[in-house]
Structure formats: C-alpha cells, structure tokens
C-alpha cells in the first residue's frame, strides 16, 4: 500500500513495507525538471512508472536521482527509473559500489557473519526482492556540494554511523532537512542496524547542530512521518538512550564472565531489547564492542583463532 502527500514544493511518497514500517521517497518538481530522492523498493515500480508520467505531461521530468545510502529499502528502483528516464543518479563517494553491484551489496551487507548467519533463500528473497538490478552512478556528492532546482539548493552533508556512507540534504528557503536512515527506529521488532555508536552519535549532535543553525522547521526522513523540530530532537534523545542502553546489556552480561563470544552476546542484546535475531543486529553488536574497546571498558581476547571479550579488571 502506497500513496503521495503533498508537501508542497516537496512532495512525499509513502509504501508500506509491513503493518508497522513504511519507507518514504520524495519528490522535489521544479519548472522544466523534477528530482527524486530514493526509490523505495522494487514493488514501487508501477508507482514510480506513473510518478515519471505525469512529471512528463507537466514538462518536468525527471532528471535526477539521489540516494542517501545504499540500503535495499532506499535504491530497490534506481535501475527501473533510470532505464525509463535517462536520469543521472547522484549517491555520496563510497556508496557507488553498493549502488552498481547489487550481489556485492548483499554479500557485504547480510553476509558480513555467515557462522552466526549464514545464507538461505529466505534471506536472499527479503533483500533481492527488493531491488531490481545494477543503476549506474553518473555524479559523486560530498560535504558541501549544492545541488540546484530553480530557487531552491539542496546542500549535501554527510552522516555516517547508520551506514558508512550516507548523505543528508539541506534546503535553506523551506527551512527542510532531509534524511535517510540517519535517524534509526527504536520501536519496531528489528534493530534497524548502524556502525560505530560513537559516529552515529557525532552524527546525531551534527543534526541537532543544523536545526538551529538553519532554523528548520521540518524533517523528512526514510522511515518517520514528517517531523517538527521538536519531534526531531524528542526522536534524537530516544537513539542517545537505545544505544547506551545496548552498551550496558554488553558490559552487565561481560561481568562476572571469564570470557564471552560475539555470538552470547548478540542474543542477549537483542532478548534484552526484545528484539529479532536477525543479520543487522550482529554487525551492529560488533562495532559497539570496537567501541567499547577504545574506550578501555573491555578487552579482545584471540584465543584458538577465535575472538572473545572480557570486562576489562582495570575498569
């Protein structure tokens, strides 16, 4: 189920991807072009086949794309939109490879731990089903760059920690923010997933930082309904606390412990979080346990070529 709101000169497409997540796109229309930004999944395809149309009848069709990241929920209809239009696909430096090797993109997203996850059909239809083929990315974006339609400019910023590559957009005269996945959902049954706690974190604080700095009134994200300034922050503090809370499910289930393996800990962070076991949540369980490393809270032992953690006795 799909449908578009106006949010004029933005307008926001919706899909629902089960009862309780929904992924946007949106679509910005200027005079003789139109831009959108990220392409949903492959079952959108009919969507953004008329979306292209009537652009076309208003003499505004599409000529660019932009990704925010690579996920497969955010680029599952760049190949279709760009064989049907010709558009040139803008995606932030990095993210490219993931964007034209849709097989590395799996490989390297769900497969990163095949002992603890391995592959099976289920897992390749839940990610392959939701993109159609390889799109070429035509312009590489970084911090800073200004993309222009008519009045308005989209600024790019970059905001790593969800992804390692991932871009925001800042359009200064609607006073609008625009984001991925920056900003992960914390009440639904899956742990969205993100990198290092500490760059989410950085990235968290830039976003704060840019509200006041360009007074923006709106927020419009990949997987929330649009959001005030306010609602913006309230959804901030909500991943400040989900993250610190995952690294006190790790230190409380390293003490008392001699020694304990990546895999114990993910199933209990993810049982104390009343959370799925799935593939995302265990990269996510690593890069806090690097983190936490660095910080001097605990220990890596390599131990008969396996790894292991320890509270560290300094702490």
């Not at 391995?118 to 392959?128: A, G, H, N, V």
């Not at 984001?179 to 760059?199: A, K, M, N, Y």
């Not at 104390?272 to 799935?278: A, D, I, L, T």
């Not at 346990?289 to 560290?312: H, T």
Request: glycine content about 4%; charged content about 25%.
């Amino acid at each position: 189920m799909s449908h578009m709101l106006s949010l004029d000169p933005i307008q926001r497409i919706k899909y629902f991807l089960t009862e309780e997540v929904f992924v946007n796109s949106y679509v910005i229309s200027g005079k003789t072009f139109s831009i959108l930004i990220d392409s949903g999944v492959s079952l959108m395809r009919n969507q953004y086949l008329q979306l292209i149309e009537n652009l076309n009848m208003k003499s505004q069709p599409l000529k660019l794309l932009i990704n925010t990241h690579a996920h497969h929920d955010h680029m599952g209809c760049n190949s279709i939109i760009q064989d049907a239009t010709g558009c040139l696909i803008i995606a932030l430096t990095g993210s490219q490879k993931w964007i034209e090797d849709i097989n590395l993109n799996y490989e390297e997203f769900a497969l990163a731990y095949p002992e603890l996850h391995p592959d099976s059909d289920s897992k390749r239809e839940d990610i392959f089903h939701s993109m159609v083929g390889n799109s070429k990315v035509n312009l590489l974006a970084q911090e800073g760059d200004t993309i222009r339609i008519d009045d308005l400019e989209l600024k790019v910023i970059e905001l790593p920690g969800h992804i390692e590559y991932e871009l925001g957009l800042i359009e200064s005269k609607t006073k609008t923010l625009i984001l991925g996945d920056i900003i992960v959902r914390t009440d639904i049954p899956i742990f969205p997933g993100h990198l290092r706690p500490s760059q989410l974190r950085r990235s968290l604080k830039k976003i704060e930082i840019l509200l006041e700095t360009y007074a923006i009134q709106r927020v419009l994200t990949g997987h929330f309904n649009p959001m005030s300034k306010e609602e913006t922050i309230n959804e901030v503090h909500k991943v400040y606390y989900y993250l610190s809370t995952i690294d006190e499910i790790i230190i409380n289930t390293l003490k008392g412990q001699n020694e304990t393996n990546l895999a114990t800990l993910w199933t209990n962070v993810c049982e104390g979080m009343n959370k799925e076991q799935e593939f995302r949540s265990i990269s996510m369980v690593y890069h806090h346990l690097l983190d936490l490393e660095e910080a001097g809270f605990i220990k890596k032992i390599d131990k008969n070529n396996e790894v292991f953690w320890r509270k560290n006795d300094n702490d």
